[in-house]
């Protein structure tokens, strides 16, 4: 396998603009760190746009919903991104449900996680319980009411929580043991972290969520990238042709794996690594050197990389 080629000269911009006609952003590492937007991505986007290009925005992140996204985008200087444009893991989790496990509108779903999946829930008609209740932030006791199963809930959607605690976790435990785990176990996302704010290191979706599949003893249905569902919503929905889509983002196992194993940009390949995030090309060479030592191998490689998107612009304007 080819090493990834590194994009440092003007035509190789060029050219990668030339080859897609689709973008798909992984959004913390590649757009923003926190809520500071990466140098030059703005006016990168600008120029794609301007040359007739298309984009999405999928993020592993659930905590937030599309209609928060859309805020995040705007005080940050993007213009005109809609919702159909935003496809966050407590959206993906919500219409999993929907689409796949045809659970029916006006049916309870159990929450573990930070309000975009409640709100998310809600806007496809679900009733959320569980989630932001305030009395899941009691001191745990064994004769707490919410130990006690709703025979109603259908299914449990577990993510990112900053609120994690022993009661939330024991409540969810009910659920996911009730009639011999019957109930869907949907996970957001596999993330083990991200990269926060002050160069911090934080825990994200796919800590709690492996977190409650082995005190479960269960596996769950994996809603965030890089599930190959998740790509085919995408695709569908925005009506883009995988053979003209790059998919670009700071993380293998996620980002760049979706790309690889959705086969996006045809033969030649469709993925994009930055080193503006959680991977430092120290990382990507450990990876390139050793492939063997990590189950996925050749998936996780990219096939180009760049030291951030934004750095695109300034490639161009030399
Ligand atoms: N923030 C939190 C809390 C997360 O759980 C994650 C991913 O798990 C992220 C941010 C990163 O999301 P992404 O890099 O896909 O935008
Ligand atoms: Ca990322």
Known sequence: MAP??????????QQLIEQYDNFLFDCDGVIWLDEKLIPGVLETIEHLESQGKRFAFVTNNSSKSRDTYIEKFHRLGFKGIGKHLIYPT???AASYLKEHLKVPAGAKVWVLGDHGIETE????????VGGSDPRLDDEFHPQHDLLKV???VRAVVVGSTKAFNYMRIA?????????NKSLPFIGTNIDRSYPGPEGLILPAGGSVVNYMSYTSNR????VGKPSKR????????RDFDKSKTLMIGDTMYTDIKFGNDGQLGGESGGSLLVLSGGTKLKDLHHLIENPASLQDGPSLIPLK????FGHIIHLLSN
Do not use: N, V
């Open 150 to 152: 709703d025979p109603d």
């Open 121 to 128: 829930l809600k806007e496809l008609g679900y009733i959320p």
């Open 305 to 308: 990389y760049i030291e951030s």
């Open 219 to 222: 596996d769950f249905i994996d």
């Open 4 to 13: 990834p080629e590194k994009i440092e000269l003007k035509k190789q911009a």
């Open 171 to 179: 409540t969810t435990l009910q659920y996911l043991l009730h009639e």
């Open 90 to 92: 407590c959206y993906a």
């Open 230 to 237: 998740l790509l085919e919503t995408i695709l569908e929905q």
